[in-house]
């Protein structure tokens, strides 16, 4: 068995190589054309090519590695032709606030021989004085046509069998997560020999949202029984924690077509589900309880209705 990560076998290798972004690598190319460049800080969610356009630098992010390591390798003189080393900071925005502060002034003396390029998630949580010296290029998650290609490419390459569901749901899972989609198709690809939507969503430890939303139907109609029976399978055939669950019920909740106050009182339903799991709660118990919430939600609605006609057939 293969046992390279895929992310890395197949992590751009140039500029070129990289997809979407295509104004970053244009700017970026810009500066290495001109032998020039700002110190820069690449922000954006995860998975869309920051570390990949910089270098992989450090883990160690204490404030002790950029007042001995940082410091030591940007003051040393640069040996190449180029007038100056590039010094890649991954995930910056992990950096304690005193080691952002000791950078700043590592930055500042250091211009002559070295520049920084910061990886982070959110620009937010870089000091102003340091955000104020870099160029800033914002990274933006990978729209859903560059994700489907970078799949095919590699799915052709490793001689996995996808179908058009199995795809669609890594993509719709990845959310622009280029790596979180080379991972899933990856682990997919070790389960089964063909990718079905179903390998997808097994991968992952979710249910499929059919699967959920027919749950919540049946207990919405008052069948209480065989919503039960929905959430043992849920719980059996996916193995997913009762924390899952509710997770899924929540995003599947805003789908239903219900009256808005059944819509409000089933949040706060949820919200207390949640909040029992956490503390320990069984799980069967707990979701079973949320799904004779519902159902009893359901028959009050029906009676208001019954109630309703019978007052208008009077
Ligand atoms: N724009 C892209 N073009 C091609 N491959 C990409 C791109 N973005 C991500 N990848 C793939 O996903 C993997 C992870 O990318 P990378 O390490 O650059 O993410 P990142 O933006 O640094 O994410 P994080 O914020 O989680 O550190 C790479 O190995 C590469 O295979
Ligand atoms: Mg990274």
């Known amino acids: 068995m293969e046992a390279a990560l895929w992310t890395e076998k197949y ?16 700017r970026l190319k810009d500066l ?58 991954d995930e910056a925005d992990n950096m304690t606030g005193d080691a952002q502060s000791a950078l700043r002034r590592t930055m500042e003396n250091y211009t002559n021989t070295c520049r920084f390029i910061l990886c982070c998630n959110y620009s937010g949580r870089i000091i102003e004085p340091i955000q104020s010296r870099c160029a800033l290029f914002r990274f933006t998650p990978l729209p859903e ?13 490793e001689n996995v069998k996808t179908t058009e569901g199995g795809l669609k749901t890594i993509v719709e899972v990845a959310e622009g997560d280029l790596r979180k989609a080379v991972n899933i198709l990856q682990a997919a690809s070790s389960m089964s020999k063909g990718i079905s939507e179903e390998t997808v969503y097994q991968v992952v430890g979710r249910a499929r949202p059919t699967d959920v939303h027919e749950m919540l139907n049946h207990a919405l109609k008052g069948d209480f029984l065989k919503a039960r029976d929905e959430l043992r399978n849920l719980l059996v055939k996916y193995g997913l924690s009762g924390s899952d669950i509710v997770r899924q019920i929540h995003s599947e909740v805003f789908r239903l077509a219900i009256p808005e106050k059944t819509r ?16 320990g709660g069984d799980e069967e118990v707990q979701l079973s309880a949320l799904l004779a919430h519902l159902a009893a939600q359901s028959s009050v609605h029906r009676s208001v209705r019954e109630e309703h006609v019978t007052a208008l057939d009077r």
């Open 11 to 26: 992590r751009p290798k140039s500029l070129d190589d990289i997809m979407d972004q295509e104004e970053i690598v244009s």
């Open 264 to 279: 409000i009182s089933l949040i706060e339903a949820i919200g207390d589900t949640d909040f029992r799991l956490v503390q």
């Open 32 to 89: 290495v054309k001109r032998g020039t460049m700002p110190h820069c800080l690449f922000a954006g969610p995860p998975g869309t090519g920051k570390t990949t356009a910089g270098l992989n630098a450090s883990d160690e992010r204490g404030i002790d590695v950029v007042r001995t390591t940082v410091k030591e390798f940007a003051r040393m003189a640069s040996l190449s032709s180029v007038p100056f080393k590039i010094l890649v900071l």
């Open 145 to 157: 046509e560059k994700v489907v290609e970078y799949l095919h490419r590699i799915a052709k390459n």
